[in-house]
């Protein structure tokens, strides 16, 4: 079926010349973010071999409190940073990769009777400008679970850190 709309050629050339140039540069976008985003490292953590990704799920970010309201805090940003705060010291800036296979596949325990999942944070401390046993962390790496209760109605962090869902 042909509709007149009274365009002219030129005007259809322009139109469909600015759709082309939008989906090409929607398509670089993606390309350029999910190549960055996925990129995947290999970490050497107490001699065991690891693989982590930067492309953090959003629904595993948030701030998660101690016993559901208190210190000490984990936040986890979809970017890969966050914070990190161990029992009695100030809260250690940090860098979050998920923990993947070599291959860039998160690796992900998923329960056998819910949508539960459990998946492992790897993460590099920062400095916390504390010194001493508080600022010791500074530069290590450690991996955290973190369990996606979907029937509790929250993310945990360790098992005792919490966020509501």
């Avoid at 940073?81 to 010291?89: A, C, E, K, L």
């Avoid at 508080?134 to 209760?149: H, W």
Wanted: glycine share 8%; net charge negative; hydrophobic share 40%.
């Amino acid at each position: 079926m042909y509709c007149d709309l009274g365009l002219s050629e030129v005007t259809l050339i322009k139109i469909n010349s600015n759709v082309m140039k939008a989906s090409i540069t929607l398509f670089v976008f993606i390309v350029f973010t999910s190549f960055f985003s996925a990129q995947v490292e290999k970490f050497i953590i107490a001699d065991n071999t690891y693989y982590g990704t930067k492309a953090i799920p959003a629904e595993i970010a948030g701030k998660y409190f101690y016993e559901k309201n208190k210190e000490p805090i984990v936040e986890i940003n979809i970017d890969g940073t966050g914070y990190f705060q161990v029992h009695d010291v100030k809260a250690y800036p940090v860098e979050y990769w998920i923990e993947t296979d070599a291959a860039g596949n998160i690796q992900q325990r998923k329960s056998e009777t819910n949508n539960n999942y459990q998946v492992v944070l790897i993460l590099k401390y920062g400095s916390n400008g504390e010194s001493g046993w508080k600022g010791a962390n500074a530069g290590k790496y450690d991996r955290i679970d973190v369990t996606m209760a979907f029937d509790q109605g929250y993310a945990i962090v360790m098992g005792e850190r919490f966020r509501k869902l």
